[in-house]
């Protein structure tokens, strides 16, 4: 999960995902009847009852490379809790509980006033209640495990996605995606921004926004759905992977921030399309359902973009603001190793 905020260094076994599947993905013969869906998507689907099932997800921040040392412990409360609720949001999940493992060096009362209180500021907004956890001396990383209700067969799946679907993400009104690493790129020193506007981009990878609201509403509409955590070019890729499809991408329909727009427009496109920690929603949806999703983001108070479509022939094609294809390659995060997404395989 996550972008890194430090650079990867290559490894011998290969990508995370490969790792993954290597060593801990094993074959249908562990087969589990209360399992619906295990790895490979946000969350797994477990068998509740004839009409629920629980979506569950785990994800850990590491000091160093998930946060940087100078976040505030608050923020650093509401972020731990917030990347797992996106996981819940991209299912389309209502959350109910989440479990808390906690490391840390030596036990800071500030810290942990502060920390425990960016946290729980989240949990009751999204009602979402902590049930357990565990805590152990070590370096600081805190790893939670949300879980969610969702109507059996309804939720929102990676490889769902139909040719022909209209591609669309989420993003804040008036702004837009990218801009979580446009302020992690400020921090290392790669950039510079106004002051109001490194303080908004800040706001953006410190304070991420789950959209569970957005992923219950999309039950009427969508059936395939991810969240933007390691970039928009990666994470659309999981879901072309998934689903055996390809798509297509106007550069020019991807929303931005003033502070995005202000930057070279080389920095916009990699920002854009492999920046990492935005937690906003990739979803597909069928063409007759346009006017419905413009509605619902009215109602949600949300900005919601149409910028590509799903298209039978596999492999991502990316068109730019004038309408040519791209042909620089982008990165997504990976822990282990930084992998290049081809904008053409064709
Ligand atoms: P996300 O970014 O949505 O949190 P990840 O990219 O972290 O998802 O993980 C991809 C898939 O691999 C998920 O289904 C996740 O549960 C699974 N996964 C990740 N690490 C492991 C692991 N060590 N063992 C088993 N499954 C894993
Ligand atoms: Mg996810």
Request: overall charge negative; charged content about 20%; proline content about 4%.
């Amino acid at each position: 999960m996550g972008a890194p905020i430090l650079d990867e260094e290559l490894s011998m076994i290969g990508g995370e995902f490969d790792l993954i599947d290597r060593f801990f993905k094993r074959s249908s013969t562990h087969h589990n009847r209360e399992l619906a869906l295990g790895i490979g998507d946000d969350c797994a689907l477990l068998n509740h009852s004839a009409q629920t099932q629980w979506a569950v997800s785990t994800d850990m921040l590491v000091e160093g490379r998930h946060f940087l040392s100078t976040v505030a412990p608050e923020r650093l409360g509401h972020k731990a809790l917030a990347v797992n609720l996106s996981d819940l949001a991209a299912c389309g999940a209502q959350p109910s509980v989440f479990f808390l493992a906690l490391s840390m060096p030596n036990p800071d009362e500030a810290f942990l006033q502060a920390f425990s209180q960016g946290m729980f500021a989240l949990a009751d907004v999204m009602q979402v209640t902590l049930a357990g956890g565990d805590t152990t001396a070590g370096p600081l990383s805190i790893c939670i495990t949300v879980m969610g209700r969702v109507q059996t067969g309804m939720a929102l799946r990676r490889d769902s996605a139909q040719p022909d679907d209209e591609v669309w993400v989420s993003h804040p009104v008036n702004s837009g995606i990218g801009d979580a690493r446009l302020a992690l790129e400020v921090f290392r020193g790669t950039c510079s921004l106004a002051q109001a506007d490194f303080a908004t981009t800040r706001d953006r990878l410190e304070l991420p926004s789950p959209r569970v609201q957005l992923g219950l509403a999309l039950k009427d509409v969508s059936r395939c759905a991810i969240d933007l955590s390691d970039g928009l070019c990666g994470d659309l890729n999981h879901i072309l992977k998934a689903s055996q499809v390809g798509a297509e991408i106007f550069l020019g329909q991807i929303p931005r921030s003033g502070a995005m727009l202000s930057q070279p427009l080389d920095r916009q496109h990699q920002f854009l399309l492999e920046g990492g920690d935005d937690y906003e929603l990739l979803f597909t949806a069928a063409p007759q359902h346009h006017l419905r999703i413009r509605e619902l983001a009215a109602q949600l108070g949300l900005g919601i973009s149409c910028i590509g479509r799903i298209t039978a022939q596999p492999g991502l094609k990316i068109w730019n603001e004038q309408g040519q294809a791209l042909m620089t390659r982008y990165a997504s995060f990976d822990h282990f190793q930084t992998s290049r997404w081809g904008l053409d395989e064709s």
